[in-house]
Each structure stands twice: as structure tokens, then as C-alpha cells.
Antibody
């Protein structure tokens, strides 16, 4: 079964760091374009970051310089290292897979993990 | 890059049709035929319903259809059913280093 399972969310103080994980099954993360998408409470979806199958990485302006996307091919797992966290980073973070090309849709989603940035 | 504009809510009775609009610019919706639509029930992950403006993934009922004119894309749900009550988000490829922009979201209520 094709599946993505996120973990690592929690309550963190402003300025702190957190690493999210997204374990894949049924397909290989290194073969797809893997993304993080977030949703603040009661708000809409926001694309955060993508890692290409070739390893190139890109970020939304709102997280550039603070967040780092990576993957461990041996564990078939995607990561998001989040540093210098702010209150506005509070959201459910979803990992989502895009197959084929960057113009393809997000066809596989994880269940999400909640990150709360608060003192 | 600003979010694509969607109506806050639409509603309809069972069996009726509703249409959700998604307005962008020439840099996103108007510039590419890569608009997708996602259904999200409360507390759940989004689910792909339409991609490439009007294509349906396997398993999505043909009651769901998509179209585009200029910088506005639309999702139509025909023969509305109770299980269609959810939030719907459009998404467009935006090229460059923006990659993807989502819509503001629309709540569909089945009366």
C-alpha cells in the first residue's frame, strides 16, 4: 500500500528547532518530487518546500533560510528541519508526493503532524 | 505570490450542481494548464480530485469536473451528495521558484 506517515510534531518555543519525518511505503521517495505543505489552524494550504529526485531543493520565501528539506534514501524517509521557529509557523505539516514532473499534482498525502510554536 | 481567490462558501441541495471558482493571474492559473483541485474533510488530509485542469484520477466520481477560462479555473460538482460536504482547494503550478500556489479554500455545504 502506498502511504506516507509523518511524525515529529509538537509544542516548541519561539526560536526553537524541530525536525519532522515522513516515512514512505509502497514507493521510493528518491524517485519522486517530495514536498512539505502546511496548514495553519483554520486557514488554507501553503506550499513550503520541495526536494527533486536529483536532490535539488527549493523553499517558499516564508521559510527560506530557516527550514531545510532532506531525505534518507536508505530509510525511504523525508525530513524537514525547522530552525528559528516563529508563532506563524504553527500549522499542520503534510508531506506530499508528486510523481513524474514538477507540474504534476500532489497525489499522495500523509496524515499530517501538528507543530505549535508558543511560549 | 498571493493565494488564488476562491469564494468562501457555496451550498446546494442534494442532487443539485455547484461550481467553485479559482481566480489567479497570468503567472499561475492563466499561464499553465496545471490546475488541480483537492477535497479536504475536517481533520483529514487533502485528496486529489482533479488535475491538469480537467482530468480525474482513478476512483474519483465523474460528478466532479474541472475547466478553465483565462486566469479562472472552476470545479463543478454535479448531483451533489452528502459526502461532498468538505473544503475544496485549487492549486496551480506557478513556475520559477514559486512552484505551487494554493487557493484560499471553499467550504461546500450540502443543505
Amino acid at each position: 500500500e502506498v502511504q506516507l506517515v509523518e511524525s515529529g510534531g509538537g509544542l516548541i518555543q519561539p526560536g526553537g528547532s524541530l525536525r519532522l519525518s515522513c516515512a514512505a511505503s509502497g514507493f521510493t521517495v528518491s524517485s519522486n518530487y517530495m514536498n512539505w505543505v502546511r496548514q495553519a489552524p483554520g486557514k488554507g494550504l501553503e506550499w513550503v518546500s520541495v526536494i527533486y529526485s536529483g536532490g535539488s531543493t527549493y523553499y517558499a520565501d516564508s521559510v527560506k533560510g530557516r527550514f531545510t528539506i532532506s531525505r534518507d534514501n536508505s530509510k525511504n524517509t523525508l525530513y524537514l528541519q525547522m530552525n528559528s521557529l516563529r508563532a506563524e509557523d504553527t500549522a499542520v505539516y503534510y508531506c506530499a508526493s508528486v510523481q513524474g514532473s514538477t507540474t504534476s499534482p500532489f497525489d499522495i498525502w500523509g496524515q499530517g503532524t501538528m507543530v505549535t510554536v508558543s511560549s | 505570490q498571493s493565494a488564488l481567490t476562491q469564494p468562501r462558501s457555496v451550498s446546494g441541495s442534494p442532487g443539485q450542481s455547484v461550481t467553485i471558482s479559482c481566480t489567479g493571474t497570468s503567472s499561475d492559473v492563466g499561464g499553465y494548464n496545471y490546475v488541480s483541485w483537492y477535497q479536504q474533510h475536517p481533520g483529514k488530509a487533502p485528496k486529489l480530485m482533479i488535475y491538469d485542469v480537467s482530468k480525474r484520477p482513478s476512483g474519483v466520481p465523474d460528478r466532479f469536473s474541472g475547466s478553465k477560462s483565462g486566469s479562472t479555473a472552476s470545479l463543478t460538482i454535479s448531483g451533489l451528495q452528502a459526502e461532498d460536504e468538505a473544503d475544496y482547494y485549487c492549486c496551480s503550478y506557478a513556475g520559477g521558484y514559486t512552484f505551487y500556489v494554493f487557493g484560499t479554500g471553499t467550504k461546500v455545504t450540502v443543505l
